[in-house]
Nanobody, 123 residues
Framework: QVQLVESGGGLVQAGGSLRLSCTAS????????MGWFRQAPGKGREFVAA??????RIDYAGSVKGRFTISKDNAMVSLQMNSLAPEDTAVYYC??????????????????WGQGTQVTVSS
């Protein structure tokens, strides 16, 4: 069983930055592709960013490209979020799965999910 634990959410003003972290066992990060998704109030869960197990493949949603950066090491996957805007307000979830060469944005390829961390951006 893989357990993912997110942290780093909070309240920030527009234009500010936050760094989210997701921890799990070292084995998880060595062998699984890792993704970040978010769900805003009244909306479905959407893809934000993902990184392959090797770190060699990274993808971002168009809405966050150039502002968010995903990274990983043996113990943690992080999401650095800069130039935050009110539309980034959501619960952010960490996910793990064997995505391989398939689209990172497809939630069906992720087997495990964290409990989520709230990010609120005030205008």
């Amino acid at each position: 069983q893989v357990q993912l634990v997110e942290s780093g959410g909070g309240l920030v003003q527009a234009g500010g930055s936050l760094r989210l972290s997701c921890t799990a066992s070292a084995r998880t990060f060595r062998t699984w592709d890792m993704g970040w998704f978010r769900q805003a109030p009244g909306k479905g869960r959407e893809f934000v960013a993902a990184i392959s197990w090797s770190g060699g493949r990274i993808d971002y949603a168009g809405s966050v490209k150039g502002r968010f950066t995903i990274s990983k090491d043996n113990a943690m996957v992080s999401l650095q979020m800069n130039s935050l805007a009110p539309e980034d307000t959501a619960v952010y979830y960490c996910a793990a799965g064997f995505v391989g060469s398939r689209p990172f944005s497809d939630q069906n390829y992720y087997n495990y999910w964290g409990q989520g961390t709230q990010v609120t951006v005030s205008s």
